[in-house]
């Protein structure tokens, strides 16, 4: 009898163990990449593609930099570049592109907004 509780603890530990492994390899439901995921959903052409990966990697080091800082700060360096690239984006897609970026985006907002709740 003793050894069928030790199993059955065991056993319980073991499969409890194990879901909470599956659950820290989930993906994560929050921000799924923000920009650059709904980026991948208007079917860009090389060029753009091209254009908008050479303005990313313009951008690495300072958006590492603006990472860097603190409060006001960040905020305020954040808020530049994403008005840059937003800015570039604008130059870059069509019309309809933009359209549909507009509406991921306000999809997504909507989303954050119902999880708060």
Do not use: C, Y
Request: proline residues 2%; charged residues 40%.
């Amino acid at each position: 009898m003793k050894k069928l509780l030790v199993f059955a603890f065991a056993a319980a530990m073991t499969l409890g163990t194990a879901q909470a492994d599956d659950e820290k390899k989930a993906p994560r439901k929050g921000r799924a990449g923000g920009i650059p995921a709904m980026i991948k959903h208007l079917d860009l052409t090389a060029d753009q593609k091209k254009a908008l990966a050479t303005f990313n990697k313009e951008n690495k080091e300072k958006v590492a930099t603006a990472r860097k800082l603190e409060g006001k700060e960040r905020r305020a360096a954040m808020k530049k570049l994403n008005e840059a690239r937003n800015a570039k984006l604008k130059e870059i897609l069509t019309e309809e592109q933009a359209k549909k970026l507009k509406e991921l985006q306000a999809k997504a907002q909507a989303n954050r907004k119902d999880k708060k709740k």
